[in-house]
């Protein structure tokens, strides 16, 4: 459990130090900061920690006060270009140990809770996406409904196939996926796939070019990851 602590605490500071990105000053970003919206709301740390993590807004400071004398800061969401300058500049999530990128990927085989069975014994003509996830692992789950929106952009692709490794098992998953769903294909009593690999860091992702080799992999979640996983993606099926 302090693994998932550490990786949890390693989430927030990646978010705190995108939110700093976009601030005229370095500041740090914590529960007590006073961030408002464009609507004028004042956003509670929960609700502008998880817009922040999905990459798709920005914090500056407003250059005003509140009557307690605390600076206000602005939550606003990027423009395009905006996002795309801003990804240019943060860095290349850190490497998983377990996968190797430019590596030749040593496939498996394995079904889904529904029955699909996939052979990555020979990966090749595809770009695989796998996630090492389980229920309990808060990073995890927080980036659940960020990944899904990347399976909804290419869900008229069959060249992308998207690969959910649990631990948990089907009696499990199931009433949990009824409350929080993952479009991922999920693959239950992942552990000794996990094993094989050398995994013990959740989550940790993937990408296997349609070659067959290791595009990208990362452990951890942080405030570019999900964007890096969508741009490999883009560039392995080039």
Same mark, same amino acid.
């Given at each position: ?47 502008? $920690? ?9 914090? $500056?400071?407003? $250059? ?40 030749? !990927? ?27 996830? !389980? ?79 290791? $595009? !990208? ?22």
């Amino acid at each position: 459990m302090f693994k998932y602590l550490i990786l949890t605490a390693l989430l927030f500071t990646s978010l705190f130090a995108q939110a700093q990105e976009t601030t005229t000053q370095k500041t740090i970003l914590n529960e007590q900061s006073v961030i408002r919206g464009e609507d004028g709301m004042v956003y509670p740390y929960n609700a502008w $920690k998880k817009l922040m993590q999905s990459g798709k807004y920005g914090i $500056k400071d407003r $250059k005003t006060f509140t009557d307690r004398g605390e600076k206000e800061y602005l939550i606003y969401e990027l423009s395009a270009d905006q996002k795309a300058a801003y990804m240019n500049r943060m860095p290349r999530p850190r490497e998983s140990e377990s996968f190797k990128e430019g590596e030749l !990927f040593n496939g498996f085989k394995a079904s889904d809770i529904d029955g699909n069975k996939y052979n990555l014994k020979d990966s090749t003509g595809r770009v695989y996406v796998i996630n090492f996830w !389980f229920i309990n692992c808060p990073p995890c789950k927080a980036e659940i409904p960020h990944l899904n929106e990347i399976v909804a952009k290419y869900k008229d692709n069959k060249d992308v196939v998207f690969l959910a490794i649990a631990l948990d098992e089907k009696y499990e998953l199931k009433p949990f996926l009824k409350t929080t769903p993952f479009d991922y294909h999920i693959i239950s009593g992942g552990r000794s796939i996990a094993s094989k690999y050398g995994v013990k860091g959740y989550p940790t992702h993937v990408v296997i070019d349609k070659k067959g080799y290791i $595009k !990208f992999s990362t452990l951890g979640l942080g405030a570019s990851t999900v964007n890096w996983v969508e741009k490999s993606i883009e560039e392995s099926l080039k």
